[in-house]
């Protein structure tokens, strides 16, 4: 059974850092693409990152640049996305997702003080 698991999440306050993490299993994780997205209060799920499958290229959302990091443990079937400097507006919930097309639950991130 394919399946994404996110955790990570929490609230932090503005200028502050996370990690999230997603823990894939039941496929080949080390042959497929991984994305993250994410969804905020009163908006549609937009791109944030995406990671090739050994990690030689990465695609950021353009105005997320410098402040996100994703990265992948091809053998522990782990993909993470570090978040820096967050805003109020990098609240949300944030999703993992195959190139299949897969979705995790998401994990949930509040920014504010």
């Known amino acids: 059974q394919v399946q994404l698991v996110e955790s990570g999440g929490g609230l932090v306050q503005p200028g502050g850092s996370l990690t999230l993490s997603c823990e894939a299993s039941g496929f080949a994780f080390s042959g497929v693409e991984m994305s993250w997205y994410r969804q905020g209060p009163g908006k549609e799920r937009e791109f944030v990152a995406q990671?090739?499958?050994?990690?030689?290229?990465?695609h950021y959302q353009e105005y997320l640049k410098g402040r996100v990091f994703i990265s992948r443990n091809n053998a522990r079937h782990m993909l993470y996305l570090q978040l820096n400097n967050l805003k109020p507006e990098d609240t949300g919930v944030y999703y993992c997702?195959?190139?299949?097309?897969?979705w995790g639950q998401g994990t949930r991130v509040t920014v504010s003080s």
């Open positions: 990671i090739s499958e050994n990690s030689d290229f990465t």
């Open positions: 997702k195959t190139e299949t097309g897969v």
